[in-house]
T-cell receptor
Framework: RKEVEQDPGPFNVPEGATVAFNCTYS??????FFWYRQDCRKEPKLLMS???SGNEDGRFTAQLNRASQYISLLIRDSKLSDSATYLC????????FGAGTRLTVKP | DAGITQSPRHKVTETGTPVTLRCHQT?????MYWYRQDPGHGLRLIHY???????DKGEVSDGYSVSRSKTEDFLLTLESATSSQTSVYFC??????????????FGPGTRLLVL
């Protein structure tokens, strides 16, 4: 079983839609959680950290459920520019990356 | 954007050939990492460095070696390239490590094709 698992998608949504991604992790001792964004043929970049209390950054909301060992990312009012692959990242001691969920937002 | 460059950006080589990839940073970060990214696997750590001449193995280190003679440079060497090492290689840096790290900053990547 992979340490970090994500639905690979692709998610194809119209502009303005709300879309949610989940990510599960296997190591209950994991301490820190992040979402990264990776555009096609580019490097990953930090999108946001995920806190136990949940956190919001504009149209993006991240949640952590330690009991069920998953994190989520909600994108509201999707824009064309949100099209990318979203990587779930979990830190125990090392950084472990999910394989990514691909999102395409269409006009 | 963090000052990280990788060279070459693209390389085609033949099986059995040695290959060296270079990562250069201008941020003076202590920690440097080499990852490979393959479809369905996400980013996997090959080797990392926690200081000049201090390196350690990652998840998928077989067939790779690294060296760090200066803070700013981290080299990844494939001693004898194999087709299974065809991948996209990313270098990353961070100023903290382990559970204290907030983020890693990635270089633009090197696309390697081994024929």
């Amino acid at each position: 079983r992979k340490e970090v698992e994500q639905d690979p998608g692709p998610f194809n949504v119209p502009e303005g839609a709300t879309v949610a991604f989940n990510c599960t992790y296997s190591n209950s001792a994991s301490q820190s959680f992040f979402w990264y964004r990776q555009d096609c043929r580019k490097e990953p970049k930090l999108l946001m950290s995920v806190y136990s209390s949940g956190n919001e950054d504009g149209r993006f909301t991240a949640q952590l459920n330690r009991a069920s060992q998953y994190i989520s990312l909600l994108i509201r009012d999707s824009k064309l520019s949100d099209s990318a692959t979203y990587l779930c990242v979990v830190i125990n001691n090392d950084m472990r990356f999910g394989a990514g969920t691909r999102l395409t937002v269409k006009p | 954007d963090a000052g990280i460059t990788q060279s070459p950006r693209h390389k085609v080589t033949e099986t059995g050939t040695p290959v060296t990839l270079r990562c250069h940073q201008t941020e003076n970060h202590r920690y440097m990492y080499w990852y490979r990214q393959d479809p369905g696997h996400g980013l996997r750590l090959i080797h990392y460095s926690y200081g000049v001449k201090d390196t350690d193995k990652g998840e998928v280190s077989d067939g790779y070696s690294v060296s760090r003679s200066k803070t700013e440079d981290f080299l990844l060497t494939l001693e004898s390239a194999t087709s299974s090492q065809t991948s996209v290689y990313f270098c990353a840096i961070s100023d903290l490590a382990g559970i204290r790290q907030e983020t890693q900053y990635f270089g633009p990547g090197t696309r390697l094709l081994v024929l």
